[in-house]
């Protein structure tokens, strides 16, 4: 299975679920998380393209900052994580 971009929750005990090989991206206020999976599953959604993501990250993200005051470049964050899809 090729490794596709989700989103997810932590189980009820704070634990990954074993379906994600690499996460914790990208916190809602929900705490659903963004991640990286090479199963079947789609978590609570899986994202066909980059765009997806970055609409879905819009939602709750688009005045994040970093702890310098600086504005979160928040499209490149994402084309970043999109990009590692491939390496």
């Given at each position: 299975?090729?490794?596709?971009?989700?989103?997810?929750?932590?189980?009820?005990?704070?634990?990954?679920?074993e379906?994600?090989?690499?996460?914790?991206?990208?916190a809602?206020?929900?705490?659903?998380?963004?991640g990286?999976?090479?199963?079947?599953?789609?978590?609570?959604?899986?994202?066909?393209?980059?765009?997806?993501?970055?609409?879905?990250?819009?939602?709750?993200?688009?005045?994040?900052?970093t702890?310098?005051s600086?504005?979160?470049?928040?499209?490149?964050?994402?084309?970043?994580l999109?990009?590692?899809l491939?390496?």
């Amino acid at each position: 299975m090729a490794k596709k971009i989700i989103s997810y929750k932590l189980l009820e005990d704070g634990t990954i679920p074993e379906y994600v090989i690499e996460g914790g991206h990208f916190a809602s206020p929900d705490r659903t998380l963004i991640g990286f999976t090479e199963s079947e599953t789609d978590g609570i959604q899986s994202f066909e393209t980059k765009q997806a993501l970055l609409d879905y990250i819009n939602t709750y993200a688009q005045n994040w900052e970093t702890n310098l005051s600086v504005p979160f470049e928040l499209q490149q964050a994402v084309s970043h994580l999109w990009d590692s899809l491939s390496g």
